[in-house]
């Protein structure tokens, strides 16, 4: 399951609520892109790619990271 953005835990351990985390990075790296390029209709699906490519990029790192502050702890 994709860790949530927003998550809000219930007393029985269910976790709800919130887009994944992996849409809300993308959501911003989309936004960067559009502030940076401009909006061309005909290229609307690469720009949902590199977005959701720039997303996973921040995602490995962020679990990478994760796991070396557990290795430390």
């Known amino acids: 399951m994709q ?3 927003f998550p809000i ?7 709800t609520g919130g887009m994944d985390l992996r ?3 993308a959501a911003f790296a989309m936004q960067g892109l559009l ?3 401009g909006y061309k209709p005909d290229l609307k699906e ?3 790619t590199q977005a959701f490519e720039i ?4 995602l490995e790192v962020k679990v990478a990271d ?3 502050r557990v290795e430390l702890e």
């Open 9 to 15: 835990s219930r007393k029985d351990g269910f976790v």
């Open 3 to 5: 860790k949530k953005a």
């Open 35 to 37: 502030v940076h390029n």
């Open 23 to 25: 849409e809300y990075y």
């Open 46 to 48: 690469a720009l949902v």
């Open 66 to 68: 994760d796991v070396q």
């Open 55 to 58: 997303a996973d990029a921040m």
